[in-house]
């Protein structure tokens, strides 16, 4: 029913920025919660940050907090992730997700939608 289409990753080097982009297409019944999670090889998926539908509550994972900031356009269908000040360790591949409701959750296990994701490649 919704399909998310991330893109923006690419290769940077240590202390540079990206810009990643989640395009949603489909029906989109209700209000939904949109995050961003991270996998790296031979790693589990693991949250990176979250964003409620009207923008007001953001939760960000610790290694990433104040480095980077999720936004979204709602007019748009389109989420974002600022990522500054990138280090090696944020070397991954970048999924976006959306859950249905007025719950903000941080689980992969909450989301109901997922992208097929987008590298990132931080370089030393």
């Known amino acids: 029913q919704v399909q998310l289409v991330e893109s923006g990753g690419g290769l940077v080097q240590a202390g540079g920025s990206l810009r990643l982009s989640c395009a949603a297409s489909?029906?989109?019944?209700?209000?939904?919660?949109m995050g961003w999670f991270r996998q790296a090889p031979g790693k589990e998926r693991e949250f990176v940050a979250v964003i409620s539908w009207s923008g007001n509550i953001t939760y960000y994972a610790d290694s990433v907090k104040g480095r980077f900031t999720i936004s979204r356009d709602n007019a748009k269908n389109t989420v974002y992730l600022q990522m500054n000040s990138l280090k090696p360790e944020d070397t991954a591949v970048y999924y976006c997700?959306?859950?249905?409701?007025?719950?903000?959750?941080?689980?992969?296990?909450?989301?109901?939608?997922w992208g097929k994701g987008t590298l990132v490649t931080v370089s030393s």
């Open positions: 997700a959306a859950r249905q409701g007025i719950v903000v959750s941080t689980s992969p296990d909450a989301m109901a939608y």
């Open positions: 489909g029906r989109t019944f209700s209000s939904s919660s």
